[in-house]
C-alpha cells in the first residue's frame, strides 16, 4: 500500500501546500500514489526539494489516513480502479487477446438480421437490412468476421489481435521478468519515436513507459527497401502497467494475384498496444487501449513502387475498453469504444473507404455502431444503429434507440478509471467523435513517407 491520490487528500494539503497541487497538475502524466509524487518533485529544483522535505511531514498524515480507510476497506473503488497488478508477463498475450475480441461486435452470419430497427439517427429497418444481406455483409465481417473463416483479410480486426498475441508470447516468452532479457535495454531519451504515431512521453528515468528494444534487418535483395526490418519496445512501469510497440517494414515476392497486382509487395504496420489489470473482489478488470495502422502496397504490372499502377490496402484501427475477467480468465463482460477505416484502391477504379464506429457492450448489452462505406448502394445510408447481441445471434440485432441513449454523450466505461492515462483522450459525444479519414493524414501513405521506423 503506497497511499492513493485522492480529491480528499488534495483538499488536506492544499490550503498548506499549493504548489504540490500545481506541479502535479503540470505532470503530463500524472502518479497514482504520493510516494511516486514525491520522488517526481525530489527531482526538481533546490527549491523543490526544500519544499518537499518541509511538506513530507504532512503528506506522512495523509498517506497514514489513506492506509487506515484501505486497511478497513480493502476492497474500496478507489484501490481496486487507481492500481494495476502487477500482471504476470507469460499472461499478458491471451489478455490482451482476450479483452480485444471482447470489445468488438461479433458478426460472422452472411444472412440477414431481424427487423425492427429504431436507429440513433438516420437509420431504418431497410437501412439495417441493406448492410446486412448477403450482397453486403462482407464490408462488416472484413472486420468484425471470425478469423478462422476465409478470407482472412488484415482488416479483420481478431486477425490482428491474433497477430499481436503471437508477438507478445515471442518477446515475452524470452523476458518473463521484462527485465530487457534477450532484449537490449532502450537507451533512447525522455520523448520516444513511434513509427506513423509521432513521438511520446516515456515518463521519467526512474519509471519509464518502454525499458526495451529489438531490431532485426534482412538482407536487401529487392532494391533499396530492406527486405525485413522489424523493431520492437516494451517495458512494464512502476505501476505494472504494460506497454509494447511493434513496427515492422517488409518487401517480399508477391504471391496473391500476381498476375494482377505485381510480383512485389510492401507491408508496414504497426502495433501500439497498453494494457493492465486491477482486481475487483473476484474477478479481474484489464483495461486495454490499442491502435493498430497497416498498409499493403503491390508493384502493379510495371514491377516498381510509388508509380500509377500500385495497388493498395490500408487500415487502421483504434480499440479501447475494459473487460470483467472471472478467475479462469475468460471473458465476462466488457464495455468499449473502437473505431476502423479500411481503404482499398487500384488503378482501375477509386478507392473504397469504408469507415466505423463502435460503442457499447458488445457481448448481451447494448451498443451504437456508426457505419460510413462508398460501397455500391451503401454509399447513400451512412447511418448510426443501437444494436444488441444476443447469445444465440450471429449479427447485432436492431433495438429501440432508447437502450442507447446513454451512450450518445458518456464513454462505455462512465466514470470507472483507467489505471491508466488514455492518450490520446477520447471523446464522450458518440456522434462528435471524427472518422479517421481515408487519406495520407490519417493513414500509411502510399509512398509511406508517414512511416519510418526509428533507430533507438
Known sequence: MTGFITERNWKEIEESFPELHRFYLSLPHKPNTFLELMNLYDNQSKKGRRFMKTSRILITLVLGLSLAHCSSNPTSEEETNTTANNIDASTVALRVETAGSALLPNINSSGSASSGLSALTTGTSDDWTTYTNTDNVYVLTDIFGDPNQYPRVVTKIRVLLGHLRGKLEEVFSKDKNVDCTGASPLTAGDLIPIAFYGTIDNG?????????????????????????????????????????????????????????????????????????????????????????????????????????????????SRLTGRVTMDSSGTAIGGVGDFTVTKFDSDASASP?????????????????????????ELSNIPATFCTQRTDNSEIPTPVDQTNCTGLESSLAWGENPFPFTISPALDNSFEDKLFFEGNDTDLIDNAGNNFVIPAY
Not at 528494444?213 to 535483395?221: A, E, F, M
Open 204 to 316: 521519467t528515468a526512474d519509471n519509464r513507459y518502454f525499458d526495451c528494444v529489438i531490431t532485426t534487418k534482412g538482407d536487401s535483395p529487392l532494391g533499396e527497401v530492406p527486405n525485413s526490418q522489424e523493431t520492437t519496445i516494451y517495458g512494464k512501469d512502476n505501476s505494472g502497467v504494460v506497454r509494447i510497440a511493434n513496427m515492422s517494414d517488409t518487401t517480399s515476392a508477391n504471391t496473391e494475384q500476381a498476375e494482377t497486382r505485381g510480383s512485389l509487395v510492401r507491408i508496414r504496420i504497426v502495433r501500439v498496444a497498453t494494457y493492465a489489470e486491477v482486481k475487483e473482489g473476484e474477478n479481474t478488470i484489464g483495461s486495454l487501449d490499442l491502435n493498430f495502422a497497416h498498409g499493403s502496397s503491390y508493384s502493379g504490372l510495371d514491377e516498381n513502387f510509388g508509380t500509377g499502377d500500385d495497388i493498395i490496402f490500408k487500415s487502421r
Open 352 to 376: 473504397a473507404v469504408t469507415k466505423v464506429l463502435g460503442r457499447g457492450d458488445y457481448q448481451n448489452g447494448y451498443s451504437l455502431l456508426k457505419i460510413n462505406s462508398n460501397r455500391q
